[in-house]
C-alpha cells in the first residue's frame, strides 16, 4: 500500500510541475518573449496543453469568468495539494496501524 502510495505521490508531483511549466510558458508567449511560429515551442505548448485541459475543463465550467484571468491552474495546483497532504497522512496512519 505504501508503494502505491508513493507512485500516487510522485505522479502528482510531476502534474504539478507540468502545470507549473504551462504556467511560465504561457506568461512568456503572452508577453512575447518567446514566439509560438517557432516549431519547438509550438510542439511543447500543444503537448502541455493536452496534457493539462482535462484537468482544467471542470473547473472551468465550475468558476466565473474572470475574463483574461485564467485561475484554473491555481485552482487544480490546490486540489493536487490537498490531494498530496491526504496522501501523506494517509501513509503515515498506515505505517502507524503497523500495516507494514
Do not use: K
Not at 1 to 25: D, E, G, K, N, Y
Not at 35 to 49: F, G, M, Q, S, Y
Not at 68 to 97: E, K, N, Y
Request: proline share 4%; net charge positive; glycine share 4%.
Amino acid at each position: 500500500m505504501i508503494t502505491i502510495l508513493s507512485i500516487l505521490q510522485v505522479l502528482l508531483t510531476v502534474a504539478q510541475w507540468i502545470i507549473i511549466i504551462q504556467a511560465i510558458l504561457s506568461w512568456l508567449i503572452s508577453f512575447n518573449v518567446i514566439n509560438t511560429h517557432n516549431d519547438t515551442v509550438r510542439a511543447i505548448w500543444t503537448a502541455l496543453d493536452r496534457i493539462t485541459e482535462p484537468f482544467y475543463r471542470p473547473i472551468r465550467r465550475i468558476m466565473p469568468d474572470f475574463g483574461a484571468l485564467d485561475l484554473s491552474p491555481l485552482v487544480v495546483l490546490l486540489i493536487i495539494w490537498c490531494i498530496q497532504i491526504a496522501i501523506g497522512r494517509l501513509a503515515l496512519w498506515w505505517v502507524g496501524a503497523g500495516a507494514l
